[in-house]
C-alpha cells in the first residue's frame, strides 16, 4: 500500500513539473523576444527571479522528492 501511495505522490509531482516545462517550450520564442534582447530593467529583473525561482524550486522539490522516495523504497521487492 506504501509502495502505491508513493508511485501516486510522484505522479502528482511530475504533472505540474511537466506542464511548468511545456509553458517555457511553448513561450521561449516570446521571452527572447521581449525579455532577453531588451536592456536590462528592473521589470525583466522581476519577472527573471520570479520565473526561474519557481522553476528551480520546482526541480529541487522533485529531486528531492524522487531521492527520498528511492532511498526509502532500497530493500523492498
Known amino acids: 500500500m506504501e509502495q502505491t501511495n508513493q508511485t501516486f505522490t510522484n505522479t502528482l509531482t ?4 511537466t506542464l511548468l516545462l511545456y509553458d517555457y517550450a511553448i513561450t521561449l520564442d516570446s ?3 521581449y525579455i532577453w534582447t531588451k536592456p536590462k ?8 527571479m ?4 519557481g522553476t528551480t524550486t520546482m526541480l ?3 529531486i528531492v522528492l ?3 522516495g528511492n532511498a526509502s ?3 523492498q521487492l
Open 31 to 33: 521571452e527572447v523576444e
Open 41 to 48: 530593467s528592473v521589470v525583466t529583473l522581476i519577472y527573471s
Open 66 to 68: 524522487f531521492w527520498n
Open 60 to 62: 529541487f522539490y522533485t
Open 14 to 17: 511530475m504533472v505540474p513539473l
Open 50 to 53: 520570479f520565473r526561474y525561482f
Open 73 to 75: 523504497n532500497e530493500g
